[in-house]
């Protein structure tokens, strides 16, 4: 995430560009700008400290993300908060976003939410779509705030409404669950289709079930199917057992042992999710119970060599 409000200046005669300030920093900011973005750290950070150090507020963002994520330089959450507070108060959108990450994850600060509710507000207030969708999220879990599920939805619209997937996909479930906004599936399968276009993995995987039901649509297993297997393949554990299911049964596809054996136990050594891996183990178990040991060694080979795409 990065902001540069940076130009070139023609027709200008040297001696006017030599006794300008902002002229003067717009060659090595631009410089450091594009040196970080294409990973020459050390570049960057040679272009770029001497204006941090001068107050340049996009600098000392980019300076406290490279000691943050230690490019370029040692990794030290203690100096990138200090440049990205330098950054925020000066107020650089990227500078409140990234201080209010800190807090939030007590990285080089003590945990404090509601300075990360603090910093994100005033982000969201510029328009920052990441802020506007954390912000959602605090409010949704009554971190550093009151659990309030109107206003968790209304920063996630915002978000949304920028093109934000994961925000996206946090307004289609207010929808889908009735939190803060009218129950209303055809408004959930709306924002799942545009986050799920866009890539998320779990909007995917909740589309495909939106199918699978029959909320908000026809049911479909085929194009159930379809979407559950572009989560899977991104290694969504909860995709990756209903995409066992679908082959299991022959929904939308013809019945496949092997392939509902190889999803199974994707889901059951990869899922995040105790509940799914247990619950793909029993049916990865059942399903063994009706294969020859050709073909369960056929699955547990193609799940050994699987990986996401």
């Not at 963002?61 to 108060?89: I, P, Q, S, T």
């Not at 990234?98 to 509601?114: Q, S, T």
């Not at 999220?137 to 978000?159: Q, S």
């Not at 297997?229 to 013809?254: D, H, T």
């Amino acid at each position: 995430m990065t902001h540069c409000k940076c130009g070139l200046v023609a027709g200008i005669l040297f001696l006017t560009i030599a006794l300008t300030p902002d002229a003067a920093i717009s060659g090595p900011l631009e410089d450091g700008r594009v040196a970080y973005e294409r990973g020459d750290y050390a570049a960057a950070l040679r272009n770029l400290r001497p204006l941090a150090e001068r107050g340049e507020a996009y600098a000392q963002d980019r300076l406290g993300a490279m000691y943050r994520d230690g490019h370029g330089v040692a990794r030290d959450n203690d100096v990138a908060v200090a440049w990205f507070r330098l950054a925020a108060e000066q107020g650089d959108v990227v500078g409140q976003y990234n201080l209010g990450d800190m807090y939030a994850r007590g990285l080089g600060v003590e945990w404090d939410d509601a300075q990360a509710v603090m910093w994100w507000r005033r982000a969201a207030g510029q328009g920052d779509a990441y802020a506007q969708h954390n912000l959602g999220l605090m409010y949704r879990h009554g971190r550093g705030v009151a659990e309030d599920p109107e206003e968790a939805a209304k920063w996630y619209r915002l978000a949304a409404d920028q093109g934000d997937a994961s925000a996206q996909h946090s307004l289609a479930v207010k929808y889908a669950n009735g939190e803060g906004v009218p129950r209303d599936d055809a408004e959930a399968l709306q924002w799942y289709r545009l986050a799920a276009g866009q890539g998320h993995a779990l909007a995917q995987s909740n589309l495909g079930l939106m199918y699978d039901t029959g909320r908000g649509v026809a049911q479909d297993h085929a194009e159930a199917l379809k979407w559950y297997r572009l989560a899977a393949e991104q290694g969504y554990g909860p995709a990756q057992s209903n995409l066992g299911v679908k082959y299991a049964k022959g929904q939308g596809v013809a019945p496949d042992a092997v392939r509902a054996h190889m999803w199974y136990s994707l889901a059951a050594s990869r899922s995040a999710s105790t509940k799914v891996r247990h619950l793909a183990r029993q049916d990865r178990d059942a399903v063994a119970a009706q294969m020859t040991p050709e073909q369960i060694a056929e699955a547990e080979k193609l799940a050994r060599e699987w990986s996401p795409k």
